[in-house]
């Protein structure tokens, strides 16, 4: 079937049974909450790392849902969006389970930061941008919106109930690499175009030969950001 990965991606919802880790403050002690998403073929545990780089001794708590098969969507980001189905839908709902869980705990919606590599990062772009609210942060490390095209409208139309200003100043950082392999210069700017249309205050990064990866200047970027919140 057209959109249907084989292995650790068949049924409706491959991602629902992973778990969640969970990390650095303990939900009911904590200032802040990090929603951090992995990249293709890497772990929850790994960019839990990273968000302890992120947070250093402050109360944030770290949550890092989980892919099955460690692969959130088998194709491109820049494939058509039935070829990354179901994956793109479940990892959005992973991604947004874990939020919820964070408010659950009594941690304010505008105190959560979502953010992501690679991979991770488009899954985080695509789902603040389609569920857009007054977040704590975003923070996009290489990555992007997801699809083969992206157009401010569609995301607009899905902010509609939220008013003329949806993600409300929303902080938003995007960095990326200007000769990055999997991610298009050109993409990183749609992101922007599309989260400063939605009312999100963005810092765009485009660092020179760079490649794929975090450098120290986006670590500290976003570090400083979540002080802001913890």
């Known amino acids: 079937m057209a959109g249907r990965a084989?292995?650790?991606?068949?049924?409706?919802?491959p991602h629902g049974d992973e778990p969640l880790v969970t990390a650095g403050a303990s939900l009911d002690d904590a200032a802040a909450a990090l929603v951090l998403v992995h990249g293709r073929g890497a772990t929850a545990r790994s960019v839990v790392d990273l968000g302890e780089q992120l947070a250093g001794d402050r109360e944030a708590a770290i949550l890092a849902p989980a892919a099955a098969g460690n692969t959130w969507y088998p194709n491109s980001f820049l494939a058509p969006v039935a070829d990354n189905e179901p994956g793109r839908s479940s990892g959005l709902r992973a991604v947004g389970a874990a939020v919820d869980r964070a408010v659950d705990a009594g941690i304010a919606r505008d105190r959560v930061l979502v953010g992501g590599f690679s991979q991770g990062a488009c899954l985080a772009s695509e789902f603040v941008a389609r569920n857009p609210?007054?977040?704590g942060g975003l923070a996009v490390f290489s990555g992007g919106l997801i699809g083969e095209t992206v157009a401010v409208d569609d995301y607009l139309a899905a902010g509609d109930e939220s008013g003329d200003n949806p993600l409300a100043?929303?902080?938003?950082?995007v960095g990326c690499s200007d000769v990055d392999p999997h991610i298009p210069e050109e993409r990183v700017h749609e992101t922007t175009d599309v989260l400063e249309a939605l009312g999100a205050d963005v810092d765009e990064r485009i660092y020179e030969g760079m490649g794929h990866g975090i450098n120290d200047d986006e670590v500290a970027a976003v570090s400083e950001l979540v002080a802001s919140l913890a």
């Open 6 to 13: 084989p292995g650790p991606h068949a049924g409706d919802d």
């Open 133 to 135: 609210t007054r977040y």
């Open 169 to 173: 100043g929303t902080p938003a950082f």
